[in-house]
T-cell receptor, first 113, second 113 residues
Framework: EAQVTQNPRYLITVTGKKLTVTCSQN?????MSWYRQDPGLGLRQIYY???????DKGDVPEGYKVSRKEKRNFPLILESPSPNQTSLYFC????????????FGQGTRLTVV | GESVGLHLPTLSVQEGDNSIINCAYS??????FIWYKQESGKGPQFIID?????DKRQGQRVTVLLNKTVKHLSLQIAATQPGDSAVYFC????????????FGKGTTLSVSS
């Protein structure tokens, strides 16, 4: 089954404690991206990757890092989480840079206290 | 700046009615648009897309209309069912070389029996 898998689904952490949210897709997609979803603000892109070792900033990259060492995985790293990063995060993948259907993961609800 | 917005945050309909969800976009250069459905606790799910060289596209029970003159997009759902209850987002490709999807803030569709 074609899918995008995120882990964990839920996470509560403390300010400053580094964390990683993993994302994996099994569709051999080249393009992957991370979004955060906040009430009243919709979905905003954090980072995207057009292929292995190729990543770039989206609209709200501050406080986040990503890596793309292999095609299927695109982890999101918060080196020093802060409460304003409390949000619902989605990973997405597609065959190309957003001119085709994007498949989304189930989401990761992160709370930073 | 580039933005995609929805006219109404909520829409309530009776089962069996037709639903129309509207979306206005601001970037005249956008050439690809998508509608997503997001059910509670899940990631956005692709419904239908349309490219700017078309003004109408039909799927199963759904139709997307694109009016480039007034930069307006709409999603029509025929014979709305309770299972259609969700948040609906329109999105346009944007950014350099279409590297990002810009999402609207969403319309919550509630279907009552």
């Amino acid at each position: 089954e074609a899918q995008v898998t995120q882990n964990p689904r839920y996470l509560i952490t403390v300010t400053g404690k580094k964390l990683t949210v993993t994302c994996s897709q099994n569709m051999n997609h080249e393009y992957m991206s991370w979004y955060r979803q906040d009430p009243g603000l919709g979905l905003r892109q954090i980072y995207y990757s057009m292929n292995v070792e190729v990543t770039d900033k989206g609209d709200v990259p501050e406080g986040y890092k990503v890596s793309r060492k292999e095609k299927r995985n695109f982890p999101l790293i918060l080196e020093s989480p802060s409460p304003n990063q409390t949000s619902l995060y989605f990973c997405a993948s597609s065959t190309g840079p957003m001119n085709t259907e994007a498949f989304f993961g189930q989401g990761t609800r992160l709370t930073v206290v | 700046g580039e933005s995609v917005g929805l006219h109404l945050p909520t829409l309530s309909v009776q089962e069996g009615d037709n639903s129309i969800i509207n979306c206005a976009y601001s970037n005249s250069a956008s050439d690809y648009f998508i509608w997503y459905k997001q059910e509670s606790g899940k990631g956005p799910q692709f419904i239908i897309d349309i490219r700017s060289n078309m003004d109408k596209r039909q799927g199963q029970r759904v139709t997307v209309l694109l009016n480039k003159t007034v930069k307006h997009l709409s999603l029509q759902i025929a014979a709305t069912q309770p299972g259609d209850s969700a948040v609906y987002f329109c999105a346009e490709n944007a950014g350099q070389a279409g590297t990002a999807l810009i999402f609207g803030k969403g319309t919550t569709l509630s279907v009552s029996s």
